[in-house]
């Protein structure tokens, strides 16, 4: 067909009529339209490769040494140290479904450290050293822990639908530094976040970097915090291998 033309097509049971009105041929973008998007992306391959070659050495470090204080001082890694845990008291940086898993298996074959992955860019070496098994006490004994717990799942619900609320108000319209007032909270701004900054917790982290890029200035999302605070936020710019 030619611009102008029209042409009927019989179907099995009617009859349309089509005319072409115009032909839009499609232009590439140019190397400076796509140069931001080629710089991200080749960003993002060696951020993996690197990561991999640091999942790689760490793998190898585990795999000969049961000591994860002496591979954490060769790599210049924090450690972050336990008591004896139960699941509902698990600080806020082990939180993580796999890593309690691995912690509350039914039983250890050894006590040399593991890496278990978190996300696709993140994961820990963990060691478990001990463990204590488990004991049925009375109610008297439990009755508090029962009470706090309670109440934390009642405060994380609350925080869940609080933040679910707020980041559907925010998708429809309502500014967030108007969602600030109104909770009578301070409104911060945080530039150059990397996956490993410790300027918030590390759950809230780990969400901005799920937060689509694409969408810079109206992706919003929320975090819990382990005593049941809620994060908001939005993602305003992404440079490469940074959020802000």
Do not use: C
């Not at 042409?7 to 089509?18: G, N």
């Not at 795999?63 to 450690?79: A, E, G, P």
């Not at 060691?127 to 009755?143: A, G, H, I, N, P």
Request: glycine fraction near 4%; charged fraction near 25%; hydrophobic fraction near 35%.
């Amino acid at each position: 067909m030619v611009v102008g033309e029209t042409r009927s097509i019989e179907l099995m049971t009617s009859i349309h009529l089509l005319k072409l009105d115009e032909i839009i041929k499609p232009e590439p973008e140019s190397i400076e339209e796509r140069s931001d998007q080629i710089i991200d992306s080749l960003t993002s391959i060696k951020v993996e490769e690197l990561y991999v070659e640091l999942l790689d050495e760490v793998s190898n470090m585990a795999f000969t040494s049961s000591d994860i204080q002496n591979i954490s001082k060769n790599l210049d890694l924090d450690v972050v140290e336990t008591d004896f845990v139960a699941k509902n008291e698990l600080p806020e940086s082990l939180q993580s479904q796999n890593l309690i898993d691995y912690i509350f298996q039914d039983s250890f074959e050894s006590n040399f450290p593991e890496i278990i992955e978190l996300s696709e860019l993140s994961a820990v070496l963990i060691q478990v050293t001990d463990y204590q098994e488990e004991k049925q006490l009375s109610f008297q004994e439990v009755k508090s822990q029962i009470q706090n717990v309670y109440l934390a799942e009642e405060t994380m619900k609350a925080s869940k639908e609080f933040g679910e609320n707020s980041v559907s108000e925010l998708q429809n319209g309502l500014e967030i530094s108007e969602l600030s007032i109104q909770q009578g909270q301070t409104l911060e701004n945080y530039k150059g976040i990397k996956r490993d900054s410790s300027l918030l917790p590390i759950q809230a982290v780990n969400q901005i970097f799920t937060l689509p890029k694409s969408k810079s200035g109206e992706a919003f999302g929320y975090s819990i915090a382990q005593n049941g605070d809620t994060f908001i936020f939005r993602l305003d710019d992404v440079t490469p291998g940074r959020f802000q």
